[in-house]
């Protein structure tokens, strides 16, 4: 499993490069990287889910939080367990100014 530098979310394969299905951002495969990843049976790809309408007080709960990109300090956030279940979640934010997406994970 690979995620997007720029926005945190999950990475598809495409060939030899891995590119994010939300920003469209790419990367090159590594394929020592990729030999102690596991892979699991195939699932079809999701619908995207039209958002365009929905009031942004809806979407999630807000944090003060500095965006990395435009410096506004407010992100809506959610939170999701990615990774084996003794380790913490992954927090995901959306600046509430800018939209810019990125994730925090404790180390």
């Known amino acids: ?7 945190g979310s999950m990475m598809k394969t495409d060939g030899d490069v891995w590119v994010c299905g939300n920003c469209g951002h790419e990367k ?4 020592a990287n990729e030999s102690h990843m596991t892979s699991t049976a195939a699932r079809e790809d999701s619908e995207v889910v039209d958002m365009s309408e929905v009031d942004a007080g809806e ?4 944090t003060t939080v500095k965006c990395p990109n435009c410096g506004h300090d407010k992100a809506r956030y959610e939170m999701k367990q990615i ?5 913490s979640e992954t927090r995901f934010f959306t600046c ?3 939209d810019h997406k990125w994730r925090e994970d404790d180390h």
Do not use: K, N, Q, Y
């Open 83 to 87: 990774r084996s279940a003794d380790e």
């Open 59 to 62: 979407i999630g709960p807000t």
């Open 1 to 7: 499993m690979e995620f997007c530098d720029e926005c």
């Open 28 to 31: 090159l495969r590594d394929s």
């Open 96 to 98: 509430v100014e800018c």
